[in-house]
């Protein structure tokens, strides 16, 4: 059985989510460091209307600055990967998600990576999300990593 092919982008992706939360080995909140359980809040995917659902996650990512990394459900197909969107875009991104993709934006675990700010923002599909601050690791403008 041949491994299931894995988007180039993964392996930086994951260096720069380590980077923000060490120890960190994967965009899975299961494989991730740095989130302390009592910081989760309920967040309902599943009873509310998919736009009051994008509304509600993206009033989250409102302080996010630069370039992010952000991975969703259709993030693991091969031919996707994670996606890096600039800040300033994120909300025309998540809105017209389903337009360019043909998927829903928030079918399942999302999470977000601000490499500039770090912040991290994880949405888990069970209900629940959490917003922590790790390192920063870069600076906003001019999208260089910082010294």
């Known amino acids: ?10 392996e930086f992706a994951e260096r720069v989510l380590d980077a923000v939360l060490p120890g ?19 967040f309902d995917l599943t009873q509310r209307d ?3 659902v994008e509304d ?5 990512c409102d302080d996010l600055e630069g370039p992010l990394i952000v991975v969703n459900s259709t993030s693991f197909y091969p031919d996707q990967g994670p996606y ?18 043909r998927d829903y934006f ?4 999302v999470l977000v990576v601000s490499p500039a700010t770090g912040f991290v923002i994880v949405v888990q599909d069970d ?8 390192n920063a690791i870069m600076t906003a403008q001019g999208a260089r990593f910082a010294e």
């Open 50 to 52: 998919a736009d009051a």
């Open 127 to 134: 209900g629940y999300i959490v917003k922590v601050r790790g």
């Open 84 to 101: 890096f969107v600039e800040a300033s875009n994120l909300r025309d991104f998540v809105k017209t998600f389903d337009t360019r993709v």
């Open 24 to 42: 960190s080995t994967a965009y899975n909140p299961d494989r991730m460091t740095g989130i302390p359980l009592c910081d989760w809040r309920p």
């Open 1 to 10: 059985m041949t491994p299931a092919a894995r988007h180039v982008n993964w």
């Open 56 to 60: 509600d996650f993206l009033s989250y």
């Open 106 to 109: 928030m079918w399942t675990d």
